[in-house]
C-alpha cells in the first residue's frame, strides 16, 4: 500500500463483501483484520477483491519478510526522491529567474520556461508515478483520496503550462508540479522508515532458531528447533535460553523476567512449567537442564504475544476511525470544487483559457499543503524538544494521543525500581557485634553470584566507614574470617566454613531450620517485613541473623507519581511479583493498595489496562511488557529497558528514572496546541481560498504564492515550539527532578540501618 488512502480503498472494497461485518486495515503494518461470516472471511474470497483494486491479500507475512519488502519500498522511494530533487531543482531555479524578471528579454525567458518544463517532465512522469497509480486505485474502490487531488494539479499545472507555451506565455507553472511531487515524496519516505522501524518490535520478540540437543533414552541428538515435537525431551546448556514451552525434568535456577517480570531468578522444581525465552542461570547451575516439550514453534507462549501485539496494532482506536471518517469526505469535497469550476467558469462567460487557469488555480488551492505540513512539523518539532529534555519519540504520532492521555501504569522492577536490591532491615542476636557480623558477611558473600548477594555485601561494606577503633577491630577479625570453603545448596542456600573453623549457614528459613534441627526464635522472623527477600544466617550457636533485602524505586518515582497524581491522571503499578514487594513499593513511591497489582501475567496486565481511562500510557522495561506496550494508546520504555521493550515502544527515555514521564505529558498538551493551532489556520485558509477562486479570477501563481504563505505561517508557528527552551517547553518544568537526573545518587544514599 502507498498510503492511508490505498488502506481505506481496500477497507472499503472488504467491507462491502457479503458475509463481513468489519474490516480494518492498518496502513503501518500492512495487515487487515476482517470480523464475519467464516465462509466470507476466507482468503480465497478475500484476495480477488483486493485484486481487482491492484493490491495483493496474502497470509501474515513473517517479520523478516516484511521488513525486506519496507527495506525494498524506501529504496524505490529514495531513488524517485533524487530524481525530483535534482531535476525539480533546475525547474525551480529557471522558474524563480522567470517569476521575479531577472531575464533581459521575453524570448529568453520562453526559451527558459522551455527548459522549465524539460526538466520537470522526468518528475513529473517518473517521481510522481506511485501518486497516479494509488490515485486511480482509490477510484476504482470509491474512496478518491489526497492521491487524486495530487495526480489532478500535478497534470492540471502540467497542461495549463503546455497551453500557455504554445501561445508563446512564459508565465508557465511547473514548478507547482514538482512541489507537489516532492514535497509529498519526503513524507512518503518518512513514513515509510517509520513503517520499518515499528517492525522490529516483533523481531525483538522472536527466539533464536538454533539446533537444540533431544535425548531419546541414552542417546543425544542434534535437531532443528523447528522440528522438535511434542513429547520430547531437550537439554538446556547452562546460559542459554529455554528454546520451547515445557514441563522440567530436573530443577534448576531460571531468569524468569521474560513473562513474569520478578527481579530474581526462581528455583523451579522438577515438574513445574517453564516457558520459552526464559533463560537457565548460568552463575548457579551447573549440569544441563532437561524440559519435556508441550508447545513446539509457532504455538508457543511468546509465539502467542507476537500473535496479540498484531492483532492489537491492527484494531483501529476511535481517534483513527474518526479521522478515517475524515478523510473519506474532505477529498471528494476538494475534487467535486475543482471539477465543477471549469464548467461553471464557461457558463459565466469565461474564455477556456481563464476558466482552466481558474480551475488549476482551484486544484492548487485544494492541494493539502499546509493541512499535510501542520501535524507532522508539529510533531516533529516536539519530538526534538523531547530529544533533548532526554526523551526519543520513535513514533511522533503519538504526541496526538500523549495530550489526551487520562490513565498512567507503570511496570516495577527496572521500571519504577533500579533492579538492584538492598538491605532495609536487619535483625540480629543478642549480644552480637555488628562489625565483626558485617565483616564476615562480606568475606562469605563477596564470591557468590546470587541475585541478593550485591545487596549484602552493599551493606557489610558500611563496616568499612566504622570508628578508628573499631576499624582495627574489623582488621584483626578479618585475617582471621577469611573463608576457607563454600558448598552451594542450589534453591536453599550455602554453607560457609571459615579459616577459624566457624561455620555459617545462609538461605531460606526452612533449610536453615533443617540445618538447626529446631525452629527459629520468634525474633527472627519480623512481619513487617514479609515483602522483602529473607536471608538467614546461623551459626554452630544456632540462629545468628535475619537480613531483609528489597528492590528500591528510583530516587524520582515518588515525586513524578506525586506530580503525575496532582495533574489528573489515574496512576496504576502492574507487576508479575509477589503481591508483597508491590505493595511496599507503592507505599514508598506514594501509591493507594488499590492502585498497586501483583502476580499479573503480560495477558492479565493487557487486560488491567483496558480498564483504566483511555487513551492509557504504559511504561514497561521487560519482554513482558511489550503486550502492554502495543494495547496501550502510548506505550514508553525506561533507559535500562530490553531490547523488546524499546522496539514495542513509541517513546524510550534516555536519563535515569520516570520523571521524564512528567516532561513528555506537558510537552506533549503544547505540542498538540501547536498541531490544533496550525489545523485551524490551515483549514481557515482553504476555505476562504477555495471560496476566493470560485468567486474571482485568481492567477496559478497567486494561488501558488499563497499555499506557500500559508505553508510559511504553519511553518514559523511551529517554529515556537522548536526553539523553545527545555523547560519553557513544558508546563510543569520541575525543578527539582531535573536536578535528581543530574546528579546521580551518592555513594550511601537511601541505605538503610541495622
Not at 474490516?23 to 483486493?50: E, F, K, R
Not at 525431551?233 to 542459554?240: D, L, T
Amino acid at each position: 500500500m502507498w498510503c492511508t488512502s490505498c488502506a481505506l480503498a481496500v477497507e472499503g472494497a472488504l467491507a462491502r463483501v457479503p458475509g463481513v461485518a468489519q474490516a480494518s486495515v492498518h496502513y503501518p503494518t500492512a495487515t487487515v483484520w476482517v470480523n464475519g461470516a467464516p465462509a466470507a472471511t476466507q482468503l480465497a474470497v478475500l484476495a480477488p477483491v483486493v485484486k481487482r483494486l491492484g493490491y495483493r491479500l496474502s497470509e501474515l507475512e513473517p517479520v523478516q519478510d516484511a521488513q525486506q519488502r519496507l527495506a525494498q519500498e524506501s529504496r524505490y522511494l529514495t531513488l524517485r526522491l533524487i530524481v525530483g530533487a535534482v531535476l525539480g531543482m533546475w525547474t525551480m531555479l529557471a522558474s524563480l529567474l522567470i517569476y521575479v524578471g531577472a531575464l533581459p528579454n521575453a524570448t529568453i525567458e520562453l526559451v527558459v520556461a522551455w527548459v522549465s518544463g524539460a526538466f520537470s517532465l522526468p518528475v513529473v512522469l517518473y517521481s510522481g508515478l506511485p501518486f497516479y497509480r494509488a490515485g486511480w486505485r482509490t477510484l476504482l474502490a470509491r474512496r478518491p483520496g489526497m492521491d487524486v487531488l495530487v495526480s489532478l494539479g500535478v497534470f492540471g499545472a502540467m497542461a495549463v503550462s503546455v497551453g500557455l507555451l504554445l501561445r508563446g506565455s512564459s508565465e508557465v507553472y511547473f514548478d507547482t508540479a514538482v512541489m507537489l511531487i516532492v514535497l509529498l515524496l519526503v513524507g512518503r519516505l518518512v513514513e515509510t522508515l517509520c513503517r520499518q522501524q515499528g517492525l522490529k518490535a516483533f523481531d525483538a520478540l522472536r527466539l533464536p532458531e538454533d539446533d537444540v540437543v533431544v535425548c531419546q533414552g541414552e542417546q543425544r541428538d542434534t535437531q532443528p528447533v523447528g522440528e522438535v515435537s511434542i513429547g520430547a525431551v531437550i537439554e538446556v546448556p547452562p546460559g542459554e535460553q529455554v528454546p520451547l514451552d515445557g514441563l522440567l525434568d530436573t530443577p534448576g535456577w531460571l531468569d524468569t523476567a521474560t513473562l513474569t517480570g520478578e527481579s530474581v531468578p526462581r528455583y523451579l522444581h522438577a515438574g513445574q512449567r517453564v516457558y520459552a525465552g526464559c533463560r537457565y542461570a548460568a552463575r548457579l547451575n551447573a549440569a544441563p537442564l532437561k524440559v519435556t516439550v508441550t508447545a513446539t514453534v509457532g504455538q508457543r507462549r511468546v509465539d502467542k504475544l507476537c500473535e496479540q501485539m498484531r492483532r492489537a496494532q491492527a484494531k483501529k482506536g476511535e481517534l483513527h476511525k474518526l479521522a478515517d471518517r475524515f478523510a473519506s469526505w474532505l477529498s471528494p469535497v476538494a475534487l467535486l470544487l475543482a471539477v465543477l469550476t471549469l464548467p461553471l467558469g464557461l457558463l459565466l462567460g469565461l474564455g477556456l483559457e481563464d476558466a482552466a487557469v481558474r480551475a488549476l488555480s482551484v486544484l492548487v488551492v485544494a492541494c493539502p499543503c499546509a493541512v499535510g505540513l501542520a501535524v507532522p512539523l508539529a510533531s516533529l518539532a516536539g519530538s526534538s524538544q523531547a530529544l533533548q529534555q532526554g526523551i526519543a519519540l520513535r513514533d511522533p504520532a503519538a504526541f496526538e494521543t500523549l495530550a489526551k492521555v487520562r490513565g498512567i501504569a507503570f511496570d516495577k522492577t527496572g521500571t519504577l525500581t533500579r533492579g538492584q536490591h538492598q538491605v532495609v532491615h536487619a535483625a540480629l542476636r543478642q549480644g552480637e557485634d555488628l562489625t565483626i557480623f558485617q565483616t564476615m558477611l562480606h568475606s562469605a558473600v563477596s564470591q557468590s553470584e546470587h541475585p541478593l548477594a550485591s545487596g549484602l555485601l552493599d551493606w557489610a561494606n558500611k563496616a568499612e566507614t566504622a570508628t578508628p577503633p573499631k576499624a582495627l577491630h574489623k582488621v584483626f577479625h578479618k585475617v582471621f574470617h577469611n573463608v576457607l570453603h563454600i558448598e552451594d545448596h542450589p534453591g536453599k542456600g550455602q554453607q560457609v566454613t571459615f579459616q577459624n573453623g566457624e561455620q555459617w549457614w545462609l538461605g531460606s528459613a526452612a533449610w536453615i531450620e533443617q540445618q538447626l534441627g529446631t525452629p527459629l526464635p520468634d525474633n527472627a522472623q519480623h512481619p513487617d517485613y514479609a515483602f522483602a527477600s529473607q536471608v538467614v544466617v546461623a551459626n554452630s550457636r544456632g540462629w545468628l541473623a535475619t537480613l531483609y533485602c528489597a528492590d528500591q524505586p528510583v530516587s524520582d518515582a515518588k515525586a513524578s507519581l506525586a506530580e503525575l497524581q496532582r495533574s489528573g491522571y489515574i496512576v496504576a503499578l502492574i507487576s508479575g511479583d509477589r503481591q508483597g514487594p508491590v505493595g511496599w513499593l507503592g507505599q514508598q513511591v506514594g501509591l493507594a493498595k488499590t492502585a498497586c497489582y501483583a502476580q499479573r501475567s503480560p495477558e492479565a496486565k493487557a487486560a488491567l489496562l483496558k480498564a483504566l481511562p483511555s487513551p492509557t500510557l504504559y511504561v514497561g522495561d521487560g519482554v513482558n511488557d511489550t503486550l502492554s506496550l502495543a494495547e496501550a494508546g502510548v506505550g514508553v520504555a525506561p533507559m535500562q529497558a530490553s531490547e523488546a521493550a524499546r522496539e514495542g515502544a513509541a517513546a524510550q527515555l534516555l536519563w535515569p528514572g520516570v520523571s521524564g514521564i512528567v516532561r513528555l505529558l506537558a510537552l506533549a498538551k503544547r505540542t498538540r496546541r501547536v498541531m490544533v493551532q496550525n489545523l485551524v489556520f490551515s483549514a481557515l485558509y482553504n476555505t476562504l481560498a477555495l471560496g476566493l477562486v470560485t468567486m474571482m479570477a485568481v492567477p496559478p501563481l497567486a494561488a501558488v504564492l499563497a499555499m506557500a504563505a500559508s505553508s510559511l505561517s504553519v511553518t514559523l508557528n511551529t517554529a515556537c515550539l522548536a526553539w523553545a527552551e527545555p523547560d519553557e517547553a513544558s508546563d510543569s518544568p520541575m525543578p527539582a527532578l531535573s536536578a535528581q537526573r543530574s546528579m546521580p545518587p551518592t555513594a550511601g544514599q537511601s541505605r538503610p540501618t541495622a
